[in-house]
């Protein structure tokens, strides 16, 4: 499956972004999707996921009560609606796909938006 996100840009502390990530797949209930980023100079990291079946939700310590991980499978398209934006978001951000019930995690990855948070 290939994955293409979109939606990063330039913002101010405070304000907001919303990510999507549109999927190759017609299938896209089958995948766990999550949401990743990298900033300079750092591991890449997990920001947020959403199971394919029931849609559920996990999140970063870091992003909790600011971020928002949604999909339509109908449109193929998982979402990260972003709000209150740090400086600290700053990064590139990844969208990938866990096919359910094959072993070793997340196996595709989109190209990566750049999401830039001024203070």
């Known amino acids: 499956v290939q994955l293409q996100a979109f939606g990063g840009g330039s913002v101010q502390a405070g304000g907001s972004l919303r990510l999507s990530c549109a999927a190759s797949?017609?299938?896209?209930?089958?995948?766990?999707m999550g949401w990743f980023r990298q900033a300079p100079g750092n591991e890449r990291e997990f920001v947020a996921s959403?199971?394919?079946?029931?849609?559920?939700?996990s999140y970063a310590d870091s992003v909790k009560g600011r971020f928002t991980v949604s999909r339509d499978n109908a449109k193929n398209t998982v979402y990260l609606q972003m709000t209150i934006l740090k400086p600290e978001d700053t990064a590139v951000y990844y969208c990938?796909?866990?096919?359910?019930?094959?072993?070793?995690?997340?196996?595709?990855w989109g190209q990566g938006t750049l999401v830039t948070v001024s203070s």
């Open positions: 990938a796909a866990d096919p359910i019930g094959v072993a070793g995690g997340y196996k595709y």
């Open positions: 797949t017609r299938t896209l209930s089958t995948y766990n």
């Open positions: 959403i199971s394919g079946s029931v849609g559920q939700t």
